[in-house]
């Protein structure tokens, strides 16, 4: 087992980078490592399983409440996994909302582009439809975050 691992070392180690390290340990899902005498941040092999834990998990699109509670649950190996399962079901099921609505987007976009008649900016359909989303099929294609 390697000890007294630089931050540099356990961000190459997991694939992410020193800023990444930081953050995750400000909120909380890495502890904060020991200090050599020098200040500096000193980590240890399970630093970078846990970051590498992370980074799979984020890859994967799980939110960072989601990573916090996993982790936790992972903290006490004897449990059941019920709450684990549940954690992924979720997951799953938002992809599966994603996924609805990329194809829902790709049909509106796929639409836009046929309706085009060619010719004169002033005619364009592409243009149309973007300024006026009454002209779309369905209203499922705005962001979470515009809803």
């Not at 941040?41 to 984020?58: E, G, K, M, N, W």
């Amino acid at each position: 087992m390697a000890h007294d691992l630089t931050i540099g070392r356990i961000a190459e180690a997991a694939g992410c980078k020193v800023q990444t390290v930081r953050y995750y340990e400000q909120i909380g899902l890495i502890p904060a490592p020991p200090r050599s005498s020098g200040n500096q941040r000193v980590y240890d092999d399970s630093a970078i399983h846990r970051l590498t834990f992370i980074r799979h998990a984020r890859e994967l699109g799980f939110p960072l409440q989601a990573i916090r509670d996993l982790i936790s649950l992972s903290d006490d190996p004897n449990q059941p996994c019920d709450a684990a399962d549940a954690i992924a079901k979720a997951q799953l099921s938002e992809v599966d909302r994603r996924i609805h609505r990329l194809h829902a987007l790709r049909h509106e976009l796929e639409r836009m582009i046929e309706q085009c008649r060619g010719g004169r900016i002033a005619d364009c359909r592409v243009l149309e439809v973007l300024s006026d989303h009454s002209l779309c099929e369905t209203d499922d294609h705005s962001t979470p975050k515009e809803r």
